[in-house]
């Protein structure tokens, strides 16, 4: 079982940006992809990726809403995994949540087997 904590979030405006953080433990968390998905306020809102990096960090993968403005990244060392957020924009707003699983970087929610609790981003206009 991997256990994933995140740190970063919070509110920021229109255009700003922010950095979200994920620390991976356990006996499988070297092996596994990591990720971020997130889930928007609006109810029935499902939770949809936004970004992906293989264990090793040579491969990413970027939801389309993001590309260009986000950045994941991974130190394999550490067992961490970053999410640089530029240009935020208010439909970004939504709880983010770190994954992590033995599919490759486009993972989708049946391939995790572990989520971070979740932070909060609020991005007002």
């Known amino acids: 079982q991997v256990q994933l904590v995140e740190s970063g979030g919070g509110l920021v405006q229109s255009g700003g940006s922010l950095r979200l953080s994920c620390a991976a433990s356990g006996r499988a968390a070297g092996g596994y992809a990591m990720g971020w998905f997130r889930q928007g306020p609006a109810p029935g809102k499902e939770r949809e990726f936004v970004a992906g990096i293989s264990w090793r960090g040579t491969s990413t993968s970027y939801a389309d809403s993001v590309k260009g403005r986000f950045t994941i990244a991974r130190d394999t060392a550490k067992n961490t995994v970053s999410l640089q957020m530029n240009s935020l924009k208010p439909e970004d707003t939504a709880v983010y949540y770190c994954?992590?699983?033995?599919?490759?970087?486009?993972?989708?929610?049946?391939?995790?087997?572990?989520w971070g609790q979740g932070t909060q981003v609020t991005v007002s206009s």
């Open positions: 994954a992590a699983g033995p599919s490759g970087p486009s993972m989708g929610t049946g391939g995790v087997r572990s």
